[in-house]
């Protein structure tokens, strides 16, 4: 019989950094079945910053031979990828069910749900941009029938729609289900704002491929969901500038979550001014569109696109530039360890090297721009390389796939729901020993007995490594109401436990 972290029963539970350790000695190796319950939402990420390696370079600007190649391979690979993952994380939940709905309401974990969403609106991106042609030609306006726009038309709407059920479900749950303080606080709480940020770049790249009473469907559905992405993004980056200046930087195993700031501009970026560029051409068939002519009506729309995504530009470039600051201290010290989120250092940055090259393109083009961008894209893709590399290591060196080293491990007010669980039921036990009714033979004491000690071992365990966990990462340093409130907790459960002193 196993504990729900794949441990023999009074095992004492794995160490949160390296390789686990029982009653002195290193854990044996777990097989496919334990390491599988560990592979969370946060893997989806990989499949996020392949599938947007493929739209940056699709945007490049400076082209040369062998560059479509390079775009389809990162393409496909990433459809390969996804279908891993999908693989996988289903195989995760039908063999241990209960994890489905903890995934759900994990404090962290849940904040990565969205990613199967993204990494599907990637690929939906991704085909539309490598697999499409246009349907229209707006010059002689010859109709192709092309079933595959039309499908990705369909599937537009399809997204759109699980973007936001999506995000509204994902923080209505964490709204339900969990307290956060603001000490706490990562730009990771923007994450299930991320499938709204990526309509306008998917209307962007389909709209000019439709015919126009289409298309224009398409760039006012692309326009409200990526408003309200980003307007929910904005305000939680408010709460952010507040914890930074409050509690300091984020600890190291969390700061590659500062890069999730950059997204929200960047997406919003090639959105808008993607899909304002195609106005002007699209209205001009209107006689009337918003009250004025059509012509003039999208000749104003893509101006006011462009002068807000320059604006935006900007803004993202300063988050670029605080998020690679801070992990400069980090980086020279040698203290970061490995998470599924070093995929941060990639995708929300090839957002911001395609927003490059959508200004350069509307400035001119602008050619140090462009350069700029390219200089940018050719980082990108070593950072790329680079986490991949490390995430095959990683799954070797046991940091992922294990207990208690990913983001399903136990944290907060999720671990000590468990803890008081497991307490009451002991002190179910002791009861039942006192002879209280429901007492058992003595041979059952004698069994209950043993249960008792076991999990008290383990509980007590468990509840001091994340007491201990907590005054590190210095999670509560200021808030001196909820480190009491943890104190409390401890010590009610340590009393429960010194009654048991007699079993």
């Not at 160490?15 to 190796?29: K, T």
């Not at 439709?210 to 006012?220: C, G, K, T």
């Amino acid at each position: 019989m196993e504990d729900w972290n794949g441990r023999p029963p009074g095992a004492a539970g794995p160490s949160s950094r390296q390789y686990s350790y029982w009653d002195g000695q290193r854990a044996p190796s777990l097989g496919f079945k334990q390491r599988i319950k560990h592979f969370t939402w946060t893997w989806f990420a990989m499949t996020m910053a392949t599938g947007g390696l493929a739209n940056m370079i699709h945007s490049i600007p400076l082209r040369f031979p062998g560059l479509y190649e390079i775009g389809c391979f990162f393409f496909l690979f990433n459809i390969v990828l996804f279908a891993f993952n999908i693989a996988m994380i289903s195989t995760r939940f039908y063999l241990y069910p209960v994890t489905f709905r903890a995934s759900f309401i994990h404090p962290t974990e849940s904040l990565f749900a969205p990613a199967a969403i993204i990494s599907f609106g990637t690929i939906l991106i991704n085909i539309t941009q490598y697999g499409t042609r246009s349907t229209v030609d707006r010059g002689h306006g010859l109709q192709v029938d092309t079933w595959l726009t039309e499908a990705m038309m369909v599937l537009f709407w399809i997204y759109c729609a699980l973007a936001i059920i999506f995000s509204c479900g994902i923080y209505l749950v964490m709204w339900s289900t969990q307290t956060f303080t603001i000490s706490r606080m990562t730009p990771t709480w923007i994450f299930p704002a991320y499938p709204l940020l990526l309509a306008g770049p998917y209307a962007g790249n389909l709209a000019g491929k439709l015919p126009n009473h289409r298309a224009l469907q398409v760039i006012i559905g692309g326009y409200v969901l990526q408003a309200t992405g980003f307007m929910v993004a904005f305000m939680i980056y408010a709460s952010f500038i507040y914890r930074l200046m409050t509690e300091k930087l984020p600890r190291e195993s969390v700061r590659p979550g500062m890069f999730i700031s950059v997204g929200p501009s960047g997406f919003t970026i090639n959105g808008i001014m993607n899909m304002g560029n195609l106005l002007p051409a699209i209205l001009e068939s209107h006689e009337e569109f918003m009250g004025i002519d059509g012509k003039l009506a999208g000749a104003i729309s893509m101006v006011i696109a462009n002068w807000t995504g320059i604006w935006m530009w900007g803004l993202a470039l300063w988050f670029f530039l605080i998020s690679i600051g801070a992990h400069y201290s980090s980086a020279a010290k040698g203290h970061m360890e490995f998470a599924m989120t070093w995929y941060s250092f990639v995708f929300p940055n090839t957002a911001l090297v395609s927003a490059t090259f959508t200004v350069a393109k509307v400035l001119g083009p602008s050619r140090p721009i462009q350069i700029f961008g390219c200089v940018l894209a050719c980082m990108v893709l070593l950072t790329w390389a680079f986490v991949f590399c490390m995430t095959i290591r990683a799954v070797i060196t046991r940091q992922v796939l294990w207990p208690q080293m990913q983001e399903d491990r136990d944290e907060g007010g999720f671990a000590r729901g468990r803890v008081e669980e497991e307490t009451m039921t002991a002190v179910r036990a002791a009861a039942a020993l006192e002879g209280r009714p429901g007492t058992l033979s003595s041979n059952g004491n004698s069994d209950i007995r043993d249960g008792v000690r076991r999990r008290r071992a383990g509980t007590l365990e468990r509840m001091l490594r994340d007491k201990e966990e907590e005054e590190v990462v210095g999670r509560m340093s200021t808030d001196r109401a909820p480190r009491s409130r943890v104190d409390e907790e401890a010590n009610a459960i340590v009393r429960a436990y010194s009654n048991l002193s007699s079993v």
